[in-house]
């Protein structure tokens, strides 16, 4: 396998590694997958979970780009004035493009962690190109169901006393906060910049847009943030009355935390997204 890293991009500024597929199809690959940052981790991914995922690509005849986004990795920072996460959303496009050229392909799918799926949708929206993301731990949306685990979880963790005091600091905060402006600082002052869970209303109605449009989606949530998202169930509770939920992919990795630490988890994540390309990826794509 020989593995090709180069800089692209309009100021040349983004890293990006190139992995050839193994075996060929006849003419153009039938996919080209994206790989990229989880937060600050670099293109090689949580416990480079984004290598090995190129690798197993490769042996099914997909070839892939796993690439920093500006400012994280060994990208460096663009002279661009737009916001950070249209900026990510610009730089996967020059990804998309560079790709298309070297491969042959006009067709993507995206693993997209964390933060990378929040730009993998956004991508989406965009560009007709992307025709499959892999969305891991993106946006959760309590549940009467998830509160009440939440609270049985928090309860068995801190204690009675625990949780009675956790719930007067959290009033005594809410106070706080409705005494200031609210805006996040950091230590030398300056406002923080975060990305923004938009309601569950806008956030359904843009993966309702993207399965209208044949995009082939795969929600996957792991099982070791129980504050956050904490029984399969949820899935139904959160976008039960949008259309999409009977047509995309979910699956609940109780086995692995956020990063995929272990390799159970690590073994349980491959085989599920060898499943999800071979059964809806490929047929949708061929």
Not at 249 to 261: G, K, P
Request: one cysteine or more.
């Amino acid at each position: 396998m020989a593995e090709h890293t180069l800089t692209l991009g309009i100021e040349n500024h983004l890293v990006a590694t190139f992995t050839p597929a193994d075996t060929g199809f006849d003419g153009a690959p039938p996919v080209v997958a994206l790989l990229t940052n989880s937060g600050v981790i670099p293109r090689s991914g949580p416990h480079r979970m984004n290598v090995h995922l190129a690798r197993r690509f490769a042996a099914q005849g997909i070839p892939s780009v796993r690439f920093d986004m500006s400012g994280l990795g060994d990208s460096r920072r663009t002279a661009s004035t737009l916001p950070v996460v249209e900026q990510w959303v610009a730089d996967t496009r020059s990804v998309m493009d560079a790709a298309q050229a070297r491969f042959g392909c006009a067709r993507f799918l995206m693993v997209g962690f964390c933060s990378g799926a929040e730009v993998a949708h956004l991508v989406a929206l965009e560009d007709p190109r992307l025709r499959a993301i892999l969305i891991w731990d993106l946006y959760a949306y309590p549940t009467a169901a998830s509160r009440a685990r939440t609270f049985l979880y928090k309860l068995r963790r801190a204690g009675l006393v625990g949780a009675v005091q956790k719930a007067a600091d959290r009033l005594l905060g809410v106070v706080r906060s409705k005494n200031g402006n609210g805006e996040a600082r950091a230590a030398n002052g300056r406002p923080v910049e975060v990305s923004v869970v938009p309601p569950r209303e806008v956030f359904g109605q843009r993966i309702q847009t993207l399965s209208d449009g044949g995009v082939e989606l795969l929600f996957v949530y792991c099982g070791g943030e129980p504050e956050w998202f904490n029984h399969a169930g949820q899935f139904k509770g959160m976008f039960g009355q949008f259309p999409f939920h009977e047509k995309v992919a979910f699956h609940y990795l109780d086995v692995s935390d956020h990063l995929i630490t272990t390799r159970t988890a690590q073994h349980a994540f491959l085989a599920m997204t060898d499943d999800w390309v071979k059964g809806r990826v490929l047929p949708a794509n061929r």
